[in-house]
């Protein structure tokens, strides 16, 4: 299961920032999870309630789900989710253009 090992990078990323900050408690963080990023949710909520120590030992975990989005390549167009995925347009292929995300958007922490 790789969500142990991204919530692990998570953790280290977060314990760095509040360190810099001086921060004494992370109460919540927010991350966006894709919803092609090959991330799955409960799992990635299962591995933090596993790794919540430290600073992180009252944080929240916040999920925000990013759907998947797809534009043309040839003239940006958005092209809707479902087949056949070209542009209205261009008849282009459409190209992924967001959704395989992972990222930390929030991080709130208490600094005296
Ligand atoms: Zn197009």
């Given at each position: 299961m790789h969500e142990y090992s991204l919530v692990r990078a998570l953790a280290d990323r977060v314990e760095e920032e509040a360190r810099s900050r001086q921060?004494?408690?992370?109460h919540r963080l927010t991350v966006a999870i894709g919803a092609?990023?090959?991330?799955?949710p409960a799992l990635f909520e299962t591995a933090f309630s596993l790794c919540?120590?430290?600073?992180?030992?009252?944080a929240e975990l916040e999920i925000r789900r990013v759907d998947a989005a797809w534009s043309c390549p040839s003239c940006g167009r958005a092209v809707p989710s479902?087949?056949?995925?070209?542009?209205?347009?261009?008849g282009e292929a459409a190209r992924l253009?967001?959704?395989d995300e992972l990222i930390l958007e929030q991080i709130e922490m208490e600094v005296p």
């Open positions: 921060a004494v408690a992370v092609v990023s090959g991330v799955e919540r120590e430290g600073i992180l030992a009252d479902d087949p056949p995925l070209r542009c209205a347009v261009c253009s967001g959704g």
